[in-house]
């Protein structure tokens, strides 16, 4: 018997929008065996709260303000929060990162505005000469999306500040991407074109040295990751 190890473990659940009035209450306290991860305690939730279980497919979980998959280990103390589809998922996302098409339109409703003249956007499309094959195929794409959403948003947030006025939307693709498939998408929005060129230049040198997003050119004769120097 390990004796540091808890009999049981506390977990601090908060509920935002639908999620509170369904639950009646802001946040609960919910009592797991050691070793839960959060699909134990989201499987809780449903049981003590049988009306969130029609809509749990569609709501993300958060471990101490960082995006966690059910498979993470819970500790005493930790707070759990339970996150709805932001405004029902209706509006243009700044920050997008799946397996879908990319729609170039929607990086630029995102940040369209009345006072925003000048709109720049970047596109990067698969290409057939890649950086270490000749004959690319397709790209595979890999990210750790919770922290890359968290980064290309903190991406986007300092280059708003160091540009004031400008907005920045950034949406990546993950996944397999044939040749002439968009990767990645980035609208920059400002009031005159100099500083939108400048803010979309920087989010792309930005993301390219910091998002944890990794791709691998498959060849009709091989396939290579990038950035092994090989």
Known sequence: MDINRPERVYVDVLYFAFLRERAGRESERFELAPGANVGAARAAVVAAHPDIAPVMSRVRSAV???????????????????????????????????????????????????????????????????????????????????????????????????????????????????????????????????????ACRAAIDRLKHRAPIWKKEIGENGEAWLGLGA
């Open 64 to 198: 101490n303000q960082t995006y966690a998959g059910d498979e993470v280990i819970l500790h005493d103390g930790d707070e759990l929060a339970l996150l709805p589809p932001v405004a029902g998922g209706s509006g243009p996302r700044k920050i997008a990162i799946d397996d879908k098409p990319i729609v170039v339109d929607e990086t630029v409703e995102a940040v369209s505005g009345h006072d925003r003249g000048g709109v720049v956007t970047f596109t990067g499309v698969v290409r057939r000469r890649g950086h270490q094959l000749s004959d690319v195929v397709r790209l595979e794409y890999e990210a750790y999306i919770e922290m890359a959403e968290k980064v290309l948003a903190e991406i986007a947030e300092e280059i708003e500040r160091e540009w004031p006025g400008t907005a920045v939307s950034i949406h990546h693709r993950v996944g397999s991407l044939a040749v002439g498939e968009v990767a990645v998408a980035i609208t920059a929005a400002a009031a005159h074109r100099a500083p939108a060129f400048d």
